[in-house]
Nanobody, 123 residues
Framework: QVQLVESGGGLVQAGGSLRLSCAAS????????MGWFRQAPGKEREFVAA???????HYADSVKGRFTISRDNAKNTVYLQMNSLKPEDTAVYYC?????????????????WGQGTQVTVSS
């Protein structure tokens, strides 16, 4: 069993930056791929970024070049650095971990989810 806790959300003006953190506990974190998703009001949950256990990364086109996913295995933590934020980035952001599967853009492959952290970008 893996427990995930997100932090770092908040209110920021357009063009600003935030760094989200996701602290994992309960299992050997370093062997897991991890993903970030977001869900805006009235919309489906959408993929943002993923990082494999070996460090390879994958991004949604909408955030490519602005967001960076990284991990610190010593701290059992994955990060999402968000720069050049836009109002359309406003959403609840979730981190997730799949059990023994590659972290793809499909939310159905993920077994563990955090509670989410709100990001609001004002124009």
């Amino acid at each position: 069993q893996v427990q995930l806790v997100e932090s770092g959300g908040g209110l920021v003006q357009a063009g600003g930056s935030l760094r989200l953190s996701c602290a994992a506990s309960g299992r050997t974190y370093s062997s897991y791929g991890m993903g970030w998703f977001r869900q805006a009001p009235g919309k489906e949950r959408e993929f943002v970024a993923a990082i494999w256990s070996g460090g390879s990364t994958h991004y949604a086109d909408s955030v490519k070049g602005r967001f960076t996913i990284s991990r610190d295995n010593a701290k059992n933590t994955v990060y999402l650095q968000m720069n050049s934020l836009k109002p359309e980035d406003t959403a609840v952001y979730y981190c997730a971990a799949p059990e023994g599967r590659i972290p793809t853009s499909n939310p159905q492959v993920y077994d563990y989810w955090g509670q989410g952290t709100q990001v609001t970008v004002s124009s």
